[in-house]
């Protein structure tokens, strides 16, 4: 953040919450962090520590419609007047404790992230107890689209080069998670991988991300998306880096085939009977499929988390190493499939 920058875009009485080892005071104009020496004042955030600002007004934002609904908030669409730029609008309700804490990785987000692959963040506010947080907007919306148009067309139901292009932004946002970041993401799921107009793929929803604090370190909460949960989340076990590669395989199986691979589960009991009484899923060995990438998800899709792949590992797998420099046009492939 730089000293009273204002958002640049490409072309109630006092109340103090304790929680964890997050300390947070609310006033009628502001919230302040004091884990993060961060405070959300009625026209951007400001670090408490370094005095440095960024300003974000909310007279210069037109809000449009909502357009999702992530795991600590509504989206909206908007625009931000000075520059016309048209960016995405998470409200969260911080009188939420869950909310608050996944606020606190957003605002991380916002402060300490940068990767290609993972959602801009570019500043907030706070108004009548809800922050508002400037995201990029992901035009194209999420993967969940995708897989909703190919479903019930014959196998596979996209190309694999196609697939390359999703698989490898997946594994290098994770990449910039685990390894740069140390953070396990939590909920990986098509709705949290995002499409733009440009051809790009980004992971977004870091709410429930949480930092491990080195490479064997373990989580043990019970949070993200049931479906796409691996089996020692599921089994309430402790679980790390491997929990999030499980989820990728599970979506890149759904991506190839067009079906989610398990029969859709009905509550939690159903979800564990599943992972309880049938084999990881796998694809078939019927010519349709390379065989790098069968053994790809397989690596993926292994019941104990010792024994799946590293998202390093993944990266240096014969089938991403055997698709890199493939040119397809993932837009034109993208308005085709609408089309038909």
């Known amino acids: 953040m730089n000293r009273g920058k204002k958002l640049i875009l490409e072309s109630v009485s006092d ?16 919230l302040r962090f004091h884990k993060l020496d961060l405070e959300i004042g009625k026209e951007g955030i400001t670090n408490t520590s370094t005095g440095v600002s960024l300003t974000l007004v909310p007279t210069e934002i037109e809000f449009g419609q909502v357009i999702g609904q992530g795991s600590s908030g509504v989206v909206f669409a908007a625009r931000h007047i000075p520059s016309n730029t048209l960016i995405a609008i998470k409200s969260i309700n911080i009188y939420e404790r869950d909310k608050r804490k996944q606020l606190e990785n957003d605002l991380k987000a916002l402060d300490e992230f940068s990767s290609p692959f993972l959602v801009k963040y570019y500043g907030a506010f706070f108004a009548d107890g809800v922050v508002k947080v400037a995201m990029e907007l992901m ?7 995708v897989i909703q148009l190919l479903a019930g067309r014959p196998e596979p139901v996209m190309p ?8 490898y932004s997946i594994l290098q946002g994770l990449y910039y998670l685990h390894k740069e970041k140390h953070m396990v993401h939590r909920d990986i799921k098509p709705d949290n991988i995002l499409i733009n107009s440009k051809g790009d793929l980004k992971l977004c929803d870091f709410g429930v991300c949480r930092e491990l604090a080195n490479s064997a370190a373990l989580c043990n909460t019970f949070v ?12 309430r076990n402790a679980y790390g880096y491997p929990g999030d ?6 979506i890149v199986t759904e991506l190839i085939r ?21 084999p990881p899923p796998q694809l078939p060995n019927n010519g349709l499929y390379s065989p790098q990438l069968v053994d790809f998800i397989s690596r993926c899709l292994n019941t104990q988390p010792d024994q799946r792949a590293t998202v390093q590992e993944l990266l240096e797998h014969p089938w991403i190493q055997s698709n890199q420099g493939n040119n397809v046009n993932i837009i034109e492939w993208y308005q085709d499939i609408i089309r038909k």
């Open 224 to 235: 993200g998306t049931m479906t796409y949960m691996s089996p020692e989340r599921l089994f």
């Open 139 to 145: 035009d194209l919306g999420s993967t969940r689209r």
């Open 160 to 167: 694999e080069a196609v697939l390359f292009r999703f698989t």
């Open 15 to 30: 109340n103090t919450m304790e929680e964890d080892s997050l300390s947070v005071d609310v006033s009628s104009d502001a």
């Open 258 to 278: 067009g079906f989610y691979p398990y029969p859709k589960p009905g509550n939690f009991i159903e979800m564990v009977e599943n992972l309880q009484n049938l």
């Open 245 to 250: 590669i499980w989820s990728v395989g599970l």
